[in-house]
């Protein structure tokens, strides 16, 4: 069974990422919508803060819960991680994802100015990952043990890991 | 409302969000102008209660400012590298 397409939605949805990609051109590379009716922007790392507080403030598009943020590990590229934010908006009820790349040594500016739930999410990120995040307060490890060397979550990790337990 | 115009002046006149929040904020002024009775005036606008409205204008106007810091409308600061977005690998 296929999902039955929404031409609709996903018209509405190409005509927001083109609105927001007009009015910041200087940080959004490109802005895709997925098969399964998903908008996602992709930004250059300098413009996190400019978009997220965009999101967040602007009438037409009032995204003020971030729901998610990870990080992909892509091992093979040169920058290797992407960061995605999943924003929700209540007003409008329609999710967008946000996605910006580093390598390993470049620091990222911090989300926790623009949404205060980025805290604990990106001291996740930092202990599975190595991302280090800029002004952001109270950097520390929070899933890993108290003395445990390494980051879990890259793909050059083992699965045992490296101290037998 | 005419605080944010103010802001709006001073940036450039090309750029597309001096546009877009332009007719945004001359939409919900002139609505407010017309209409003296607030339960009217909610429908009209159609997005919430009056306290939201006011908050999502004092968005607005702190979102006005911080543009005029960034301007977000000059062109790509960087391009990135031509494997960095393909997926799958």
Request: include cysteine; hydrophobic fraction near 40%.
């Amino acid at each position: 069974t296929v999902r039955p397409k929404n031409e609709v939605q996903q018209k509405q949805l190409c005509a927001f990422g083109e609105y927001v990609a007009e009015i910041l051109p200087k940080y959004i590379q490109q802005v895709q919508v997925t098969c399964f009716n998903e908008l996602e922007l992709l930004i250059h790392p300098d413009g996190i803060i400019p978009v997220l507080t965009f999101l967040r403030d602007h009438t037409n598009a009032q995204f003020k819960s971030l729901a998610d943020l990870t990080a992909v590990d892509v091992p093979s590229r040169q920058y290797r991680f992407e960061i995605v934010y999943n924003l929700l908006s209540l007003r409008f009820n329609s999710r967008i994802r946000v996605k910006t790349y580093t390598d390993e040594l470049t620091p990222v500016d911090s989300a926790v100015p623009v949404h205060k739930a980025a805290n604990w999410y990106e001291r996740e990120v930092w202990d599975m990952y190595g991302v280090f995040f800029a002004n952001h307060p109270d950097l520390r490890r929070i899933l890993t043990d108290y003395g445990f060397e390494g980051h879990p979550f890259r793909k050059d990790f083992p699965l045992s890991g490296y101290v037998e337990v | 409302y005419t605080k944010i115009l103010g802001v709006l002046e001073n940036i450039p006149k090309d750029a597309a969000y001096r546009k877009y929040t332009e007719q945004i904020v001359n939409e919900r002024f002139d609505l407010v102008k017309k209409e003296s009775d607030v339960q009217k005036l909610q429908d009209k606008l159609n997005s919430g209660q009056i306290e939201e409205v006011i908050l999502q204008a004092e968005n607005e106007l702190s979102l006005a400012r911080k543009m005029m810091q960034w301007k977000p409308w000059e062109p790509l600061v960087e391009e990135p590298p031509s494997n960095q977005w393909r997926w799958p690998i």
